[in-house]
């Protein structure tokens, strides 16, 4: 008799998306996908304890993001976005190497739609300071289109800023004038916002930009990342309710809460705090 071929265990459709940052600022990207794929299972995970990565070195970068995937891994995901620019221009291709779903990233879908949108070819990107000593992004665009003159600055300070529920008001106005100086003279038609914590501030950013400026926010592009890839994997989760979410927080943060639940425009349930330093690496 034939042998009939096996069948896709159908579990994994029903399996969550994975998501993580070093804080809040991966909710950006939760919430797009959120609104993509509302019947998918999602966990997010923010590592509160100790954001920001901007200021760390790649060496810590690199160890705090394999805990964390680690982790998701542990909780039977079925993809992993890594919802932090950080996380992405300095541990990407190990965790590709490293798991065995899928992974994305926040870089490339930002970096395609600002070469996409710019018609000056002259794109400026702000980011961690990590993130920016990177070149992941520089690289990425001229990958994309060699002809593409990046310009790019290090902004510390608004991911503490943003962290702390400052996200409007007279010191964020303040602040994002003087980081933004450093475009001026530059004549950039797009900016990329190169930390998942800054489309919290993105209006901000817009008005100190002026509106010939574009601004460039990878949420809504790696959303439509994750859409495309589970549906040419064939494990979109067909159901018609609305997933579950789960939220991991490495420190019971008020301000992510607080912040969160504004941002979602939803109560945050199913918040638990873990240890994910204690999960040895494969």
């Excluded at 190990?94 to 018609?119: D, F, Q, T």
């Excluded at 980081?179 to 916002?193: G, H, M, P, S, T």
């Excluded at 959303?223 to 490495?250: C, D, F, H, M, Q």
């Amino acid at each position: 008799m034939p042998v009939s071929a096996p069948k896709k265990d159908r579990s994994i459709l029903t399996r969550p998306i994975g998501v993580f940052d070093s804080g809040l600022g991966g909710l950006t990207v939760l919430c797009e996908i959120k609104k993509a794929l509302p019947a998918e299972n999602l966990i997010y995970f923010g590592d509160t304890a100790r954001v920001p990565y901007g200021a760390k070195s790649p060496k810590i970068v690199e160890r705090y993001t394999m805990e964390i995937v680690n982790f998701l891994e542990s909780c039977g995901v079925k993809m992993i976005v890594i919802a932090c620019n950080t996380s992405t221009a300095i541990a990407y291709k190990k965790v590709k190497r490293h798991v065995k779903v899928p992974v994305i990233g926040v870089i490339e879908p930002a970096c395609a739609l600002a070469c996409e949108v710019s018609k000056t070819g002259r794109i400026g990107v702000i980011g961690t300071k990590i993130t920016i000593q990177s070149g992941a992004y520089p690289e990425k665009l001229h990958a994309l289109n060699p002809e593409i003159k990046a310009f790019q600055k290090a902004c510390p300070l608004f991911v503490p800023l943003v962290e702390e529920g400052m996200s409007e008001g007279e010191v964020i106005n303040l602040v994002a004038g003087q980081y933004l100086k450093e475009f001026e003279d530059k004549n950039i038609d797009a900016l990329i916002l190169g930390c998942t914590h800054y489309p919290l501030i993105s209006d901000v950013i817009a008005s100190v930009s002026g509106p010939g400026v574009n601004i460039i926010n990878s949420a809504r592009q790696t959303a439509s990342a994750v859409k495309n890839t589970l549906s040419s994997l064939g494990i979109l989760n067909p159901s018609k309710k609305e997933g579950r979410r789960r939220y991991y927080l490495t420190d019971a943060s008020v301000n992510f809460i607080r912040t969160g639940e504004q941002f979602l425009n939803e109560k945050m349930e199913n918040i638990k705090v873990v240890k994910v330093w204690d999960i040895l690496l494969q």
